[in-house]
T-cell receptor, first 113, second 114 residues
Framework: QKEVEQDPGPLSVPEGAIVSLNCTYS??????FMWYRQYSRKGPELLMY????GNKEDGSFTAQVDKSSKYISLFIRDSQPSDSATYLC?????????????FGKGTHLIIQP | GAGVSQSPSNKVTEKGKDVELRCDPI?????LYWYRQSLGQGLEFLIY????????KSGLPSDRFSAERTGGSVSTLTIQRTQQEDSAVYLC????????????FGQGTRLTVV
């Protein structure tokens, strides 16, 4: 079992839909959860991070963490074709340090105009 | 520059040759990370630098891989005697104060070994 599982998709939804992207993980030590967006042939772009359980909202993005279920989500409201990209979840047990981030494989999202 | 800069963007090399990949982090960021992204795989953590020091090199895939950082800034990842399985996108990230929640990535170097 991989430490972080993420459905690779593709996930195709119509413009304006609410998108739900999810990751599950097995390491209960993870406390910091990040979402990245990666366009084709570009580097990952940090969208937001959440600490421990709870919700966090930033613009059209909402991140949710449920540590009891080891399940995290990213919601995109009023999705636009420009949101079409691969979305990567990443996590870490520590705020700082040498272990780097553990990533999911990414979900390929397509927003249809 | 404003972001993490990596060069070259693309590199095609023959099997058995050595390659050197460069990363120029965001100014003032003390931490620097190298990752590898293979087709269909997630990002694989390779190595972390705090300043010029890499406390743990166990994430490097083999002894053909080495990395250094000088002046607390530019880093190079060197792959000796390249193999076809080394083909991947090599990504560099930097963060202030080694914050895992603020790691910013470059655009990557796409390495193809033929």
């Amino acid at each position: 079992q991989k430490e972080v599982e993420q459905d690779p998709g593709p996930l195709s939804v119509p413009e304006g839909a609410i998108v739900s992207l999810n990751c599950t993980y097995s390491n209960s030590a993870f406390q910091y959860f990040m979402w990245y967006r990666q366009y084709s042939r570009k580097g990952p772009e940090l969208l937001m991070y959440t600490y421990s359980s709870g919700n966090k909202e930033d613009g059209s993005f909402t991140a949710q963490v449920d540590k009891s279920s080891k399940y995290i989500s990213l919601f995109i409201r009023d999705s636009q074709p420009s949101d079409s990209a691969t979305y990567l979840c990443a996590m870490s047990a520590y705020l700082t340090g040498a272990d780097g981030l553990t990533f999911g494989k990414g979900t390929h999202l397509i927003i249809q105009p | 520059g404003a972001g993490v800069s990596q060069s070259p963007s693309n590199k095609v090399t023959e099997k058995g040759k050595d390659v050197e990949l460069r990363c120029d982090p965001i100014s003032g960021h003390t931490a620097l990370y190298w990752y590898r992204q293979s087709l269909g795989q997630g990002l694989e953590f390779l190595i972390y630098f705090q300043g010029n020091s890499a406390p743990d090199k166990s994430g490097l895939p083999s002894d053909r891989f080495s990395a250094e950082r000088t002046g607390g800034s530019v880093s190079t990842l060197t792959i000796q005697r390249t193999q076809q399985e080394d083909s991947a996108v090599y990504l560099c990230a930097s963060s202030p104060d080694s914050l895992n929640t603020e790691a910013f990535f470059g655009q990557g170097t796409r390495l193809t070994v033929v």
